[in-house]
């Protein structure tokens, strides 16, 4: 045993890629591990959705008195899920917070949802009741040299987005944040009843896209609503979602190089899977792509970015622009 170990320390001296081979290794079992907590969820809390439970899933009906007029006018519901870097349910960049006030400035009958974690089942932040809860506040706070720790949530978010494409885990995940999403529509906004006609306008940005479609198929089953997709520089596959919506719209920037990976990494998204979901919305006219500008993926130059541009505008101006343009708002 001990030259074994002795072995292995010598081994470990070789360098650099070798360190990466133990890196890629602890990430492989990281995303073992992944499922863990979207399984505990299903033990807790989704066994209602198969029936296992005598109560169905509550569904709110909403308050249409008169106590509450402002209310009484809205039948749309902006639902945004962000990108992989982000850490909790209610932390939105300042670019994508005023890109929310913006649009529901711009169509008073909506009000935008904008507390849904995309990367946790129970819609549970990164710090809330978690094991490990100090490493990911500690990587989300680090300063410094150790700024780059953020890398920790990316990654750990990542195995997540994976876990919604995943065909054993991924109609769990999805319920999950279908859960979610009605849960805080109804909060912003009591749902009106079955017979009002409403709409979900999902808007996902990075992997924030490929969880929105997966949930719209249970967001149709259980909703009255034309549901329509945003994709704002998303990672997508070609299968979930597409036979659940209305009309998908992917918008990106020229300098975003990391939406392109949906296309590359997923079969159902080349030309030749003529079967695909994807491909079928694509003939049918369902699904559209534009460019909408020179953003990047992200940052001050991202689709949310604040950077002024020569003309005095930023980025952020033309995603809005972009968006409202679309013929989507009811």
């Not at 081994?11 to 290794?25: D, N, Q, Y």
């Not at 932390?91 to 005023?98: A, C, K, M, N, Y």
Request: with cysteine.
């Amino acid at each position: 045993m001990v030259k074994l170990v002795g072995q292995l320390l010598l081994w470990l001296r070789g360098g650099s890629l070798k360190l990466l081979v133990i890196a890629g290794l602890i990430l492989l079992a990281w995303g073992v591990f992944a499922p863990v907590g979207t399984l505990v969820w299903w033990v807790q809390q989704g066994a209602k959705f198969a029936g296992l439970r005598k109560e169905a899933l509550a569904l709110p009906q909403g308050d249409r008195s008169a106590a509450n007029p402002p209310e009484a006018s809205v039948n749309c519901y902006i639902v945004f899920l962000t990108g992989v870097g982000d850490f909790s349910a209610n932390q939105l960049t300042p670019g994508e917070e005023r890109f929310l006030d913006r649009l529901v400035q711009s169509h008073p009958n909506c009000v935008a949802v904008r507390d849904v974690f995309p990367y946790s089942a129970a819609n549970e932040s990164l710090g809330g009741r978690r094991f490990l809860a100090p490493l990911w506040r500690f990587a989300q706070e680090a300063e410094g040299w150790l700024e780059g720790l953020d890398i920790l949530i990316k990654i750990r978010n990542l195995w997540r987005f994976a876990i919604s494409v995943d065909d054993r885990y991924g109609t769990v995940y999805s319920q999950g944040i279908a859960s979610a999403i009605v849960e805080r529509m109804s909060a912003e906004s009591p749902i009106p009843a079955s017979s009002e006609p409403i709409t979900i306008i999902l808007i996902g940005t990075s992997g924030g896209a490929q969880v929105a479609l997966g949930a719209s198929q249970y967001l149709d089953q259980w909703l009255s609503a034309e549901i329509l997709m945003i994709s704002i520089g998303g990672v997508f596959s070609g299968t979930d979602g597409f036979n659940s919506i209305d009309q998908m719209y992917h918008l990106y920037g020229r300098r975003d190089w990391i939406e392109d990976l949906g296309a590359i990494l997923f079969a159902s998204r080349w030309p030749s899977t003529v079967g695909s979901p994807f491909n079928q919305a694509k003939r049918q006219g369902d699904y559209t792509a534009q460019v909408i500008g020179s953003q990047a993926h992200d940052g001050n130059e991202g689709y949310f970015g604040l950077a002024p541009q020569p003309d005095g505008t930023t980025p952020l101006d033309a995603t809005v622009q972009a968006v409202n343009q679309l013929p989507i708002w009811p």
